[in-house]
C-alpha cells in the first residue's frame, strides 16, 4: 500500500521561501505519477505542480509558474515543492498525491489516488 506522508510547512512572511517534502513508501511501478495540491478554507482543491519520476517532466499550474519549483530525489523516494517569492495567496493546506499512469500531465485532483494527510503553509503580508 502507498504512504505519503508530507512536512516542511510552516509560516513565513510575503516574498519568502518554504520547502515541502513528501515521503512515498510502498510502490514499485516506476510510472509513478507525483502531483503537489493545495486548498484553502472555503475553495476547491487545486493542482500546482505535476512530476514523472521516470524522467522529471514537469507541469506547473500558471499562479506559481516560475516561483515554485518541483522536483524528486528517486533514491530518497522523496517529493520536493521549492516554494520562493511567497505570496499570502499561497497560503493553503498543500497535499502530495500519486497514481499510477504514462504521462503525469493532469493536475485534475480526481486523477490522483494516494494522498498524504497535507502540511499548512500561511504566508503573512
Known amino acids: 500500500q502507498v504512504h505519503l506522508v508530507e512536512s516542511g510547512g510552516g509560516s513565513v512572511q510575503a516574498g519568502g521561501s518554504l520547502r515541502l517534502s513528501c515521503e512515498a513508501s510502498?510502490?514499485?511501478?516506476?510510472?509513478?505519477?507525483m502531483a503537489w495540491f493545495r486548498q484553502a478554507p472555503g475553495k476547491e482543491r487545486e493542482g500546482v505542480a505535476s512530476i514523472r519520476s521516470s524522467d522529471g517532466n514537469t507541469r506547473y499550474a500558471d499562479a506559481v509558474k516560475g516561483r515554485f519549483t518541483i522536483s524528486t530525489d528517486n533514491a530518497k523516494n522523496t517529493l520536493y515543492l521549492h516554494m520562493n517569492s511567497l505570496k499570502p495567496e499561497d497560503t493553503a493546506m498543500y497535499y502530495c498525491?500519486?497514481?499510477?499512469?504514462?504521462?503525469?500531465?493532469?493536475?485534475?485532483?480526481?486523477?490522483?489516488?494516494?494522498w498524504g494527510q497535507g502540511t499548512q503553509v500561511t504566508v503573512s503580508s
Open positions: 498525491a500519486g497514481y499510477v499512469g504514462v504521462s503525469c500531465y493532469t493536475l485534475i485532483p480526481g486523477r490522483y489516488e494516494y
Open positions: 510502498g510502490y514499485t511501478d516506476s510510472r509513478f505519477c
